[in-house]
């Protein structure tokens, strides 16, 4: 016979004891929070991840804090020793007209890429979620900047963006670009030619991913919409677009940073030229730190776009974690 | 071309010229374009590595006059190509093993245990990704020279195999994940620890996944540029393909052919192997949309 | 084979959730016992602790003599079966049998014999080579059987086994299961959520909710002397009519209905305005001959009602009746079955349910009179719904 409700925790034998009305005496203490066991259990994952953590804090933690220190140096190369000048760097950069002008390039190339890019990949997972003849085929091609190396695809792109190169021949097949257009030489046409780039190299991966969203969608929601009388066009801005929007959200900002912090195509295009113009702040940290071997100042440009980045990092990782509840 | 967006299912009855005909020719005009910008690059390679070294000089033309395949022989006969394509191999596998050996152990941890520090460990992977190889490039320029990694393609491969580790990760993670609980219990009333658990249910279970993400670390590696560019520059003898294609157009005057067939020679391996893991980086995913 | 004691047993998840809130129970050497519940009742966790695949927070597990409170699930000499089976994929039905004795070093030898007489014993012979991706959900089940039996553990511990199969396959496998313990005599844990299989399965049964023990005890017992409102809402098919009733010039009011009390009842309600009265729907009969109690100390209690719902079984029919009275909730709403859920419910009314013979077929929104032996009330605390029969088996009989 057992009385209900509450059991009573350590005392009364008296609920839910069958055969025998005698409890057994219990050798040993087992009020421990954590059992010995469950200690070590612990301990040995710690064990599991000291490969992946030695390898992050080789390559991240440690030359995060060496950045941070060289940052507030006088440093001229690998070879000098370096003598601590404050916030000198720091000031200096702030008052650097063309740190400025190259931030609002950054800028200007990032939502450039990123815009375009996002509204392209919108319209290649709708094409990529259809069934039509060839769609293998078709899959297996335009995934294919993805897979090419950053540095292939700018020195080929470059090539073909040479004033007599293939580029201008195409345009002028359409009759008003005449050919002849100097595209990486001069600045407007420059960033034309680099977003452009830019935007093709991400364009697959970024549609690939909103497909994969899109065919997440569980089915039967169209069905009932199509029951309801929404027409396509209804049915993509009612239940597409909101179903999807955590993977818009997340390649929107994960190719913001992307993008940011960029280096290959501005470098092997243009290398930042004409006169900085095409200069992002990561081409330009480059820049300085090997090709004018300010370790000190390139450090200190280092820190700005990590502590920018930081800002944009929050946003991001509240989104993957928070919002969608990654890992 | 928006109102087409219902995905389709694989086998459905409709046929698939069963659309109205507006939105066939968006679906087909859009095919037609994202099919050209994907596929640019590669008729420009292919375009101009054929022609001839006089067509080239001329006016600029898609079709080659005739097909010269001289590049092809200069690229082959220079000694220096096969240095090139055995260092990116090199550094192509050593990111392999490296990402696995490192992202194996983590991810099953991370996928399958709780334990303190868990969710610090993913938020720190997760601010790892907000950096760029440029802004380490000095630190470790200056690491590199004090380990004497620098010139070395270890260097290349260690920095290049952390900043592939954090997808790594998270792509493995969701395959362990994908393996029912119930049967690493199971065998944890048989007698096996994690250790055997891993070796003997979790791995041989997820190898597609593994196999997924190996290839994943393998391209990678292969197109490593930045650093690689960055450490290399005094030890050419160490260069991987993306530094010898990069190397060359500095130079005075651009064997445009060769170039472009390095270019080919140095893509379409790795082509061949993303074009088989991308089911399995389709279900990877999916499962950051299905939030989980 | 062995015992299974539990003492003083709490759990309680890292995100604070306390899964098991302070729980004894002993399990006698050979019985075959059932946890049942609701979901998220801790039935499953308490399985689990005793697997050892989770660690408790504060008491002791006892397997026999032995304290396994820190030992792993390997070391406790268990077996358990999984709902979802659990089988390993990559390996086929011999190597799957054999997999946990390879561990143990068995000898080659002993191995063989023991997974060869499973593999007899339970039809196996010809599925040895297959893998479990190849096999149908019973032939899954009797491989999950058969590597938790090749172990010879000292006690089974099944989560769910049957409910991963269909209807008619899940009695059959039911009945075998029954035959093996009889066979075997081995210590069963057995957790379902399903009360005819704990009913039917079960020496004992051990209804729980919240992570807390309600009652334990034999089928019979369970069903005939429920502890609380609760047991016996959960226990019984079709359900309990429960409602709250009004206490009144030493009756019941209930709605429109007046439900007298015999004097045993009367004593034990007391002072108390308000009660949960019970009445099983078998109780009910549409004869007042058919539930004259047997020593003739109760008279029939008659009752007009008018059936909304008829439900013609074939043996028998089920009639649904408004009652005017506060429906009973037992437990959390969390823990609600979903029949309790029905569609347009009313808080403030019930809806009884009698079970009758089909010696006369009631018609949809037909009045009939229907009696019961009001000996057969059970009665329960409205406050915390303890039983107010000490020892309603007198009364009833």
Known sequence: MTAPGRTAQASAPAVGVGRSSDRPTVPGSVTLGRSPRRRRRIETAYLYLLPAALLLGFVFLYPTLQSIWLAFQKNKGINDPGTFNGVDNFVKLWNDPLFWKITGQTFLWTIGVVGITTVLAYLLAIVL??????????RT?????????????????????????????TLAGFGPAKGGIAWLANVPQAWVALIFVGVCVSVPLTGVMLAA???????????????????????TVRITLPLTRTMLLITTLANFVVCFNSFPIIFVMTGGGPVNRTDILATWLYQKGFQLLDFGMASTLAVVVLCALLALSLAYVHLLIHRTKVG | MAAAARPV?????RSPGDRPFGLSLLLWGGIVFFTILSAFPYLVMLSTALKSPQELAGPAH???????????????ADPSIWGYFRNSFTIAIGNTILVMVAGVPAAYVLARHEFRGRRLFLDLVLITQMFSPVVLLIPLFRLYKETGLLGSMEGVIIAGSAFTLPFSIWLLTGFFRSIPVEIEEAARIDGYGRLGILFRMILPLSVPGLVATAMYAFIIGWNEFIFAVTFLIASPENQPVSVGVFASIGKWDIDWQRLMFMALLGTVPVLALFATIQRQLDRGFATISSGR | MASVTLSGIRKVFPNGFAAIRGLDLEIGDGEFIVLVGPSGCGKSTLLRL???LETVTDGAVLIGERDVTDLSPSERDIAMVFQSYALYP?????????????RRRTPREVIGERVGGIAGALGLGELMARRPGMLSGGQRQRVAIGRAMVRQPVVYLMDEPLSNLDAKLRVSMRAELARLHDRLGVTTVYVTHDQTEAMTLGDRVCVMLDGEIQQVDAPGRLYREPANAFVAGFIGSPAMNLAIAEVADGDLRLGDHRLPLTEAQRARVGARSQVIAGLRPADFALRAADVAADDGTSTAVRLPVEAEVVEHLGAEQLIVFPVDAPRYHAGPVAARTEDEETLLAEPARSRFTARLDVRREVRH?????LFYDPARLYLFDAGDGRSLAREPAEAAG
């Open chain 1, 129 to 138: 979620v259809q069934r039509f003849r060839g769609r293998a085929i078709f």
């Open chain 3, 50 to 52: 005793i697997a050892g």
């Open chain 3, 90 to 102: 990559h390996m086929d039905v011999q190597e799957n049998l054999a997999f946990g004795l390879r």
């Open chain 1, 141 to 169: 091609i335009v995934i294919l900047p993805a897979a090419t190396s950053l540095a292939f695809s700018a020195v080929v792109w470059g090539f073909a963006f040479q004033p007599e190169n293939l580029v201008n021949h």
């Open chain 3, 365 to 369: 929104g037909e009045r009939v009179e």
């Open chain 2, 62 to 76: 898609w079709i080659p006059d005739t097909i010269d395949l001289s590049g092809l022989q200069r690229t082959l």
């Open chain 2, 9 to 13: 299912r694989a086998r459905s009855r």
């Open chain 1, 213 to 235: 969203a899109m065919r997440s969608v569980p089915r039967d929601l169209y069905e009932a919409a199509s029951i309801d009388g929404a027409s396509r066009v209804a049915q």
